[in-house]
């Protein structure tokens, strides 16, 4: 099946590090990956999508230029969490959407593993 | 908007219990709606999903069908095991959402020896 892979899984830095966690979509061609963030016990908050070969869309509330979204090919999408603070620290996931043959609802996203970001 | 409810955990069974995790959807236009499940640490996986109407997905013993009457995709499973313990997430994609996932807060699942 589709696999996404994420990476680094884990990292601590400390404050005020810039710190990329890429996304690669392995057997597939993703034209849009989407960036989640998820704290301790809760959903998804989806951050941002990020489309191949043009910007990436926000979601209301997050910073563009903290969040820099790179999509420069149609596997891989990398995060860049600039300055990181401790505030930062949580625990980001990607998923790449198989495109396939059906409409635009009906794939399902794959995810990777997440990446555990604590900032000291 | 679009949204996802699922029933609040969480949910404690005995090995080899019936397990019902609720899910009911508000949308417009006609989504696909998934099941994923979170194991501890990890990403999500995709555990079955339904693309239309009355359309059953299944996977691994789990299944769900798509009621599009009572706007619902409701996850069972006729008997857990210890393994299955996890946090499981309904979700729904297409509509006006342009592909987006909308996620129900999660429901986490401990199923004890």
């Known amino acids: 099946g589709a696999v996404v892979s994420q990476h680094p899984s884990w990292v601590i830095c400390k404050s005020g590090t810039s710190v990329k966690i890429e996304c690669r979509s392995l057997d597939f061609q993703a034209t849009t990956m989407f960036w989640y963030r998820q704290f301790p016990k809760q959903s998804l908050m989806l951050m941002a999508t990020s489309n191949e070969g043009s910007k990436a869309t926000y979601e209301q509330g997050v910073e563009k230029d903290k969040f820099l979204i790179n999509h420069a090919s149609l596997t891989l999408s990398t995060l860049t969490v600039t300055s990181a603070h401790p505030e930062d620290s949580s625990f980001y996931i990607c998923?790449?959407?198989?495109?396939?043959?059906?409409?635009?609802?009906?794939?399902?996203?794959?995810f990777g593993d997440g990446t555990r970001l604590s900032i000291l | 908007g679009d949204s996802v409810t699922q029933m609040e955990g969480p949910v404690t069974l005995s090995e080899e219990a019936f397990l019902t995790i609720n899910c009911t959807y508000t949308?417009?236009?006609?989504?696909?709606l998934f099941w994923y499940v979170q194991y501890p640490g990890e990403g999500l996986q995709l555990l079955l999903k339904?693309?239309?109407?009355?359309d059953k997905g299944s996977n691994k013993g789990f299944e769900a069908t798509y009621r599009k009457e009572t706007t619902s995709f409701h996850l069972e499973k006729g008997s857990v095991q210890v393994s299955d313990s996890a946090v499981y997430f309904c979700a729904l994609s297409g509509g006006n959402q342009g592909g987006k996932l909308i996620f129900g807060q999660g429901t986490e699942l401990s199923v004890k020896p």
């Open positions: 998923s790449a959407r198989d495109p396939g043959p059906s409409s635009l609802g009906n794939q399902p996203q794959h």
């Open positions: 949308a417009t236009g006609y989504p696909s």
């Open positions: 339904a693309t239309k109407a009355d």
